[in-house]
């Protein structure tokens, strides 16, 4: 047996993530590899997350896999420098193309010349597409790639998607499930973590935290 052979394998963290506190605080940091450890730089809120204790602490980010937990402890470098120390082996949660979550949020559909042909709702929202509830007698194009602006936030051009879909296949009622054809990395990212998001949501409230 090598050195490396009794060492759990660990899926690989994304260069962007949240680390999470017991009680429940976040901030979003940076992720660099550092021998056995990461070092994660807080991108913001560093004086509030470091003034607890820095133990039981969760790492989580979208890696080339999905979604990626890990647990462990850090230690201050620096005064938003901090050396993450791996618990135990990284959870993968879930893969990206699986994760679906109920969330009806404002996406606006345009042809190829930028007209308009729908200003819907989703129905849900996955890491690989979307359920769209589109308006009465709408109809989308079945070949054609389809522009579009997905707003996640509470407000218009609040965290705004954006990118190319095709339909994959229309159900009863006007829905049509449709696959992102262009995403760009970091758009990509930001849906995964809204996804992901929604999803501790929807557990926490099922749980009755």
Known sequence: M???EGKPRR???GHSGRL????GLSVPVTITPHGEDLLLVIMEGADAFMA???KDLVLESTGARGVVRTPGSAEAIEANLLRF????AAELVQRREYVRVVAAKRVVLEDEEGDVLAD???VDISGGGLLVQ???AVELPSEASIHFSLYLGVTDFDDEVTGTLRLVRRKPDNQVAMAFEHISRKDQERLIRFVFERQRVALRVT???
């Open 52 to 54: 607890n204790p820095l």
């Open 11 to 13: 899926p690989k963290h």
């Open 134 to 136: 589109l308006p009465r």
């Open 20 to 23: 999470f506190s017991q009680d």
């Open 207 to 209: 749980r009755g935290d």
């Open 85 to 88: 120390v791996y618990a135990e």
């Open 2 to 4: 090598t050195q490396d």
């Open 120 to 122: 819907a709702l989703t």
